[in-house]
């Protein structure tokens, strides 16, 4: 199975932050590490925190899901930064996101240059627009160029 390379796990270290015990995320769901999303069965496992070692083996376990999203639901031809990038975009809102998106069926036409612009409609988290997304997505469309 094709993986995410160093430079997209450093995106998405980078967007998710580490944080080793749990909190609520602006979407409002508990979280801990590089965003994991703590399960309901999770949280007396993480009631203590985590170690960064743990964090990053939960982040390479949760991207498994969003490299296997993308494999399945992008049809064209995509370089490594393509790849990272929608990956670091459905890690961040779940494959359902990109499986309903605009920017997929775009994709898949092959309209490669419109996805910058169309990551950029994603910055929305319970009705406001949030800096840290603006900044997500213009890294992603960035390393989407790349």
């Known amino acids: 199975m094709r993986t995410i390379t160093d430079k997209g796990l450093a995106l ?38 985590i170690t960064e070692a743990r964090a990053e083996e939960l982040l390479r376990q949760d991207i498994i899901a969003a490299q296997r999203a993308v494999l399945r639901l992008i049809s064209v031809p995509l370089s490594d930064g393509q790849f990272d990038a929608l990956v670091s975009f459905t ?42 997304l603006v900044k997500r997505r213009r890294a992603e469309g960035i390393l989407f160029e790349s």
């Not at 508990?30 to 009631?47: L, M, N, Q, R």
């Not at 779940?94 to 910055?123: C, F, H, M």
């Open 91 to 132: 890690f961040n809102l779940g494959s359902g996101a990109l499986q309903r998106s605009t920017l997929r069926r775009k994709l898949n036409r092959g309209e490669y240059e419109s996805i910058p612009d169309e990551l950029l409609r994603w910055v929305w988290a319970g009705g406001s627009k949030l800096r840290g």
């Open 12 to 49: 998405i270290k980078s967007s998710e932050k580490l944080v080793l015990t749990t909190y609520i995320c602006p979407a409002g769901y508990p979280t801990i590490g590089y965003g994991h999303v703590v399960k309901a069965s999770e949280a007396k496992t993480f009631a203590g925190g």
